[in-house]
């Protein structure tokens, strides 16, 4: 049997001809993935399902397995150890050049969790489960066995009605000012002008990705009527949550694609397209804005009133951006008190909790900023390691994307691995500088880097 899925959705089973049809039928033909590929999949889905917190369908005290251990830690453990045992599947992925700065990170991360054990005199087990952010880091070989197996669209079928939902729960919670799901908070915020908005923290199941995929299809294809009210929904949750750096990253990645398609086909009349198509998309988003959505002018107004603050904030170095840059302050100080090479490893500030006033500014510098995190957590050894991460992706996604030729959903995934490295080095640099986090690697960065390497093997085979 050969299972190769791709951007139109085309299997070719058991040496059939590839499906083609309506994108209803296409969704449909993804029935005959053999069973396996489907329960990978589920895997993933119900990781992601019980890390969200389910949107409140079953309660999060039934998730707990024994005390911060819950259902997900054991479906991501063993996630990654079914990917080692099935290593043969996906073989020549696995033993990729463009892999060997991961396996490299992996084991100095694997070094360090050695080290902090014995300095710290810690329980090993206890430790390692207490450490399971850190071990998503090794997602990426589920991922790739997850892809070589040709499951990654029908993943996205099962996130997709569950991202619905949960952007509509997110937008009712704004305008009801009740927190409709157990994994979000309100909290009120003053803006310039007297203005005051609720900010709404947590997830939307993903939503954002199904946007800017909407926006690469219309840019590298074309436009479907149908995926414009879909657009808005995905959207909408992102413009209330007030966060600039998401506005920014939007507006960068939109323009990155736009640009690459360009100069892909180097068609002036694909570019005043891609441009009418986008300026109806803002066109028809301001107008529903404004036309449907309670108190619109308020919130609109409140849109300038908040990038205004952002500019503030870096003149005077106020507000979030100075809190941050405090911390990387005193993170860099730590790391100059500590092991230069190493830094203070995986302490129990960082693992268990802060136990003293100091630990805890050092403890949320950790949680909000990168490299002088990086720096003081692994030391120079790690900073240098995670510089060289940055630097060899941002070639290597460059270069896959200047020679791909037929765009596909790993194709999309590719330009955000290097939308999000490109953003975070450029634009975020004076705090994030790199994209590794003190964690290592999301979940969404390790199907990026599985994404990068399937079509980097597509181009070369």
Not at 28 to 43: M, Q, V
Not at 386 to 397: E, G, M, S
Request: aromatic share 20%; proline share 3%.
């Amino acid at each position: 049997m050969v299972v190769k899925a791709s951007n139109n959705l085309r299997i070719a089973y058991n040496g059939r001809r590839p499906l083609t049809g309506t994108f209803a039928q296409r969704l449909e033909n993804l029935k005959i993935l053999p069973l396996k590929t489907r329960l990978l999949a589920w895997g993933f889905f119900f990781y992601a399902f019980i890390e969200h917190g389910t949107l409140g369908l079953v309660p999060r005290s039934y998730y707990f397995v024994y005390r911060n251990m819950r259902i997900s830690d054991f479906i991501m453990y063993f996630l990654i150890v079914y990917s080692f045992f099935n290593l043969k599947e996906y073989a020549e992925l696995y033993y990729s050049k463009v892999l060997l700065i991961v396996k490299i990170l992996l084991l100095y991360f694997g070094f360090q969790f050695i080290i902090s054990v014995i300095l710290y005199e810690q329980n090993i087990i206890e430790y390692f489960f207490r450490l399971k952010i850190l071990w998503l880091s090794f997602f990426v070989f589920p991922f790739l066995l997850l892809i070589k197996r040709g499951g990654v669209q029908y993943l996205a079928r099962l996130v997709f009605p569950v991202a619905v939902v949960s952007n509509i729960l997110y937008i009712l919670s704004y305008i009801t000012g009740i927190a409709l799901m157990p994994e979000i908070s309100i909290e009120k915020q003053n803006l310039p002008g007297g203005l005051q908005v609720n900010r709404i923290f947590g997830g939307t199941f993903y939503g954002e990705f199904f946007f800017l995929y909407f926006v690469f299809i219309w840019i590298t294809d074309k436009i479907r009527p149908a995926q414009l009210l879909l657009a808005m929904l995905f959207i909408t949750p992102h413009i209330l949550a007030f966060g600039r750096a998401s506005w920014a990253f939007f507006a960068f990645t939109i323009i990155l694609i736009f640009l690459w398609n360009f100069l892909k086909k180097r068609e002036f009349k694909i570019l005043l397209k891609q441009g009418i198509v986008l300026t109806l998309f803002i066109g028809a988003m301001i107008y529903s804005f404004n036309r449907f959505f309670p108190q619109s002018e308020y919130l609109t107004e409140a849109i300038g009133a908040r990038i205004e603050q952002g500019q503030e904030n870096l003149e005077n170095l106020t507000g979030t951006y100075g809190t941050r840059m405090a911390n990387s302050a005193a993170l860099i100080q730590l790391w100059l008190n500590s092991n230069v090479m190493f830094g203070i490893g995986m302490h129990p500030m960082i693992v268990i909790k802060p136990a003293t006033s100091e630990e805890l500014i050092y403890a949320w510098g950790f949680s909000d900023v990168r490299w002088s995190a990086i720096l003081a957590a692994y030391g120079l050894t790690g900073f240098i390691i995670v510089v060289l991460f940055q630097i060899y992706y941002l070639q290597k996604c460059f270069m896959v994307l200047k020679k791909t030729k037929n765009s596909s959903v790993y194709t999309f995934f590719t330009i955000m691995f290097f939308s999000t490295m490109l953003f975070d080095t450029l634009i975020n640099y004076s705090y994030n500088l790199v994209t590794v986090r003190l964690w290592g690697l999301s979940d969404i960065l390790s199907l990026y880097l599985a994404s990068l390497i399937y079509e980097e093997s597509t181009i070369n085979s």
